[in-house]
């Protein structure tokens, strides 16, 4: 347990910074979270006393998410809005938020508001100390959250997420595929899948959503794999929030044993919701210039963000491509080593097309098994200290 320590749930760097400066000069320890749902889960897991919702979360998503994620947390959460009103003040209290600080609130109040949390915390830490313990129920394991992720379009990343997924279904464990590529996303395509229900019908039934609901809102594939496909109108991922998807994920990891999520190309608030929930990160890049630069660059921007090197994990699609370029000159490039090489096949477009995954259309071949294989290095995160517990 991290005593007299602090996460900060908060998008924007300055504020980060300002409240970092502010509490270290306190004597305060500090960590920094993108969403509501990683900072309770880091503070349940490390011990940490106090939460801060910055203003960028400060919404009603987030007075229902720590309503619903507070009861598995003992740290205090203070919501720092841009301005006070008593309708929000009440709403926060009866969410369980501790206490209320305004952006633009001097160094002395924010640590005497700080202090004051802490306080509460130790006290009533101390007292369920005392208490004699009681028996409980062993509460469920959370599924492990698996990211397939690039910056540039068109280097096989919904082929492979939807690959993996049936693969981790296939070696009999209970698998949820959520497509965040909200706008264009092409899972429902490749499984052959209609979309009934989507994201945004989850997004829509926020304030209400709970596993049971969720559960009506997936689609089901022959093989057993459930699916949360992106909207039918790519005008509806506008209503599509960073602090809705991070719930809507907290609830999934409650259903499945693994949660496989497909992103959009590039970094966007959702991608990055995404990012901060999960447990191995499969980078995905091709035998191109293009590519390996933006992977570079990818890769440096999600460690400046804080993911450490061994959950980010590189995958070369189109490894045996003919470019006068080595696999060694990727890893060079890239700084990273190369853990899948997916090779070049004609079945990849057959099974596109048909909306037949690979690894169920031609499970023979070389890219069937090297996607096979990718799904037991998923397996393997836990293993290899790669996984965290929320």
Do not use: W
Request: hydrophobic fraction near 45%; aromatic fraction near 2%; proline fraction near 4%.
């Amino acid at each position: 347990m991290i005593m007299n320590s602090v996460v900060i749930a908060e998008t924007d760097n300055d504020v980060v910074s300002t409240l970092i400066g502010i509490l270290g000069s306190a004597g305060f320890e500090t960590a920094r979270a993108l969403s509501v749902a990683s900072a309770l889960g880091t503070a349940e897991r490390d011990g940490f006393d106090v939460v801060i919702v910055g203003p960028s979360l400060a919404d009603d998503g987030t007075l229902a998410l720590v309503d619903r994620l507070r009861a598995n947390s003992s740290a205090a959460v203070i919501l720092m809005p841009q301005e006070l009103d008593t309708d929000l003040m009440r709403r926060a209290l009866r969410a369980g938020v501790h206490d209320m600080i305004p952006v633009g609130s001097s160094a002395a109040e924010i640590v005497e508001t700080v202090s004051a949390a802490m306080k509460v915390v130790e006290e009533t830490r101390g007292e369920s100390a005392r208490l004699i313990p009681v028996a409980t129920p062993d509460e469920p394991e959370l599924a492990r959250v698996v990211t397939v992720f690039s910056t540039k379009g068109g280097v096989g990343k919904t082929v492979i997420s939807t690959n993996l997924a049936v693969s981790l279904c296939q070696a009999g464990n209970r698998v949820i595929l959520v497509d965040l590529d909200l706008q264009f996303g092409d899972v429902g395509i490749m499984m052959g899948l209609e979309p009934d229900h989507t994201v945004f019908d989850a997004v829509q039934n926020y304030e209400r959503l709970d596993t049971a609901m969720l559960q009506g809102l997936l689609i089901s594939h022959d093989t057993g794999l459930r699916a949360l496909l992106a909207p039918i109108h790519p005008e509806d991922a506008e209503a599509v929030t960073a602090t809705r998807i991070s719930g809507i994920i907290a609830l999934l990891r409650q259903m499945a044993d693994y949660v496989v999520i497909d992103t959009a190309p590039g970094f966007n608030d959702v991608t990055l919701a995404a990012l901060d929930e999960t447990d191995v990160v499969y980078v995905v890049t091709m035998m191109d210039i293009a590519s390996i630069k933006n992977t570079r660059i990818s890769i440096q921007k999600l460690a400046q963000l804080g993911y450490r090197r061994g959950v980010l994990r590189l995958v070369l699609n189109r490894a045996d491509s003919k470019v006068f370029l080595s696999v060694g000159d990727v890893e060079s490039a890239v700084g990273a080593r190369v853990i899948s090489r997916i090779p070049s096949d004609l079945v990849v477009p057959r099974s596109v097309n048909r909306g037949v995954p690979v690894v169920l259309d031609a499970p023979r071949s070389k890219v069937a098994k090297s996607l096979m294989e990718l799904a037991d290095d998923a397996t393997r995160a836990e293993e290899r200290g790669e996984v965290h517990v929320a």
